[in-house]
């Protein structure tokens, strides 16, 4: 059995063979972040969304830090409108996966949508979200506050 058999399997006997098929899928796209910490937040560059296509913007970027506990989803849903979203589950806080445009827990298969609001249980709360505020071409999330 090679890696990706391995990998694939011991998935798919985790979670279903269609999250393992969502999650292979996102993870090809996703762009990651170091994003850069100053006081109260993070920082990140808007031109982080831009792709090589003219007027075509990533839908999302993951944001991982060493000072950050969890990753952030940060969304764009236009030149002005972001959210950002803290992946750990409301459940029992386990690490979420990006499906595209929501976000689903691996250990027992809470989703949320792009804005942090569960659509399904067990989880039966929202996710922490931050104020996401431009100022120069640059996002800052607030960690401050949800
Ligand atoms: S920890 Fe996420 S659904 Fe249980």
């Known amino acids: 059995m090679n890696r990706k058999d391995f990998i694939l399997k011991s998935c798919a006997a985790c979670v279903g063979a269609s999250s393992v098929a969502a999650l292979l899928s996102s993870c090809a796209a996703t762009k990651f972040t170091n994003g850069k910490l100053i006081k109260d ?7 982080e969304f831009s792709l090589k296509e003219a007027n ?3 839908l999302y970027i993951v944001v991982r830090n060493d000072e950050l506990l969890f990753p952030i989803c940060v969304y ?8 950002a979203v803290w992946m ?23 989703e949320y949508d792009n804005r942090g609001r569960v659509t399904s249980g067990p989880a039966d709360r929202d996710l922490r979200t931050f104020p996401v505020t431009i100022n120069n071409n640059q996002l ?5 506050k949800t």
Do not use: M, W
């Open 88 to 110: 750990q589950c409301a459940h029992q806080g386990a690490e979420l996966n990006v499906a595209g445009d929501y976000l689903q827990c691996p250990a027992h298969g809470s």
């Open 76 to 83: 764009r849903f236009s030149e002005t409108d972001y959210s």
């Open 56 to 58: 075509k913007h990533r």
């Open 41 to 47: 937040g993070i920082v990140i560059d808007v031109k």
């Open 140 to 144: 800052f999330i607030d960690l401050r």
